[in-house]
T-cell receptor
């Protein structure tokens, strides 16, 4: 079976500090990977998606960047955090679209980031 | 055209009642419509999903009704229980450029009172 991990679970960082959130998926190969941000009481905003190693696409311009150094590892980073970066960050995976699998997105447990 | 409109924003239902959440979409290229359930502090989890060639799908107490011509779909929770209290998101998805492009509704916070 497939599992998705995120860490840390919670993070409190000062404004201007760097950020690194990690997501790993087990039990599948060549997944599509996604980073979402969820503001309090709001929906999910897609930040980045990746269809393969070093293949990253950004949905919205912002203070964040993403990298995929390994097939099942997805990292969200920032060089200098802003107050507006606070939120609940969710990683998700799907099967590659080339296959006959379901199109369901499977979400990780999330990271609660507070920037002070 | 990429929006998915979800209503109501919040819903209070008595235990044993029926909870109904509605969604509408614009883009007819969407071909997969999942519903997610999210508890506080947790990631969303797939609840039930439907493709547009089916008008209804039922799994236990959860039913999706789909109206392709009206571009609307809804989630019905029968015999609602306090444990169903959560935020529910509808979504519409299509394959685009090698990935699943998913558009989420804004969520409905459901509270089931005893």
């Amino acid at each position: 079976s497939q599992t998705i991990h995120q860490w840390p679970a919670t993070l409190v960082q000062p404004v201007g500090s760097p950020l690194s959130l990690e997501c790993t998926v087990e039990g599948t190969s060549n997944p599509n990977l996604y980073w979402y941000r969820q503001a309090a009481g709001r929906g999910l905003q897609l930040l980045f998606y990746s269809i393969g190693i070093d293949q990253i696409s950004s949905e919205v311009p912002q203070n964040l960047s993403a990298s995929r150094p390994q097939d099942r590892q997805f990292i969200l980073s920032s060089k200098k955090l802003l107050l507006s970066d606070s939120g609940f960050y969710l990683c998700a995976w799907t099967w590659p679209t080339s296959g006959a699998h379901t199109d369901t997105q499977y979400f990780g447990p999330g990271t609660r980031l507070t920037v002070l | 055209q990429q929006q998915v409109k979800q209503s109501p924003q919040s819903l209070i239902v008595q235990k044993g009642g029926i909870s109904i959440i509605n969604c509408a979409y614009e883009n007819t290229a969407f071909d997969y419509f999942p519903w997610y359930q999210q508890f506080p502090g947790k990631g969303p989890a797939l609840l039930i999903a439907i493709r547009p060639d089916v008008s209804e799908k039922k799994e236990g107490r959860f039913t999706i009704s789909f109206n392709k011509s009206a571009k609307q779909f809804s989630l019905h929770i029968m015999d609602s229980q306090p444990g169903d209290s959560a935020t529910y998101f509808c979504a519409a998805s299509m394959r685009s450029g090698g990935y699943q492009k998913v558009t989420f509704g804004t969520g409905t916070k459901l509270q089931v009172i005893p």
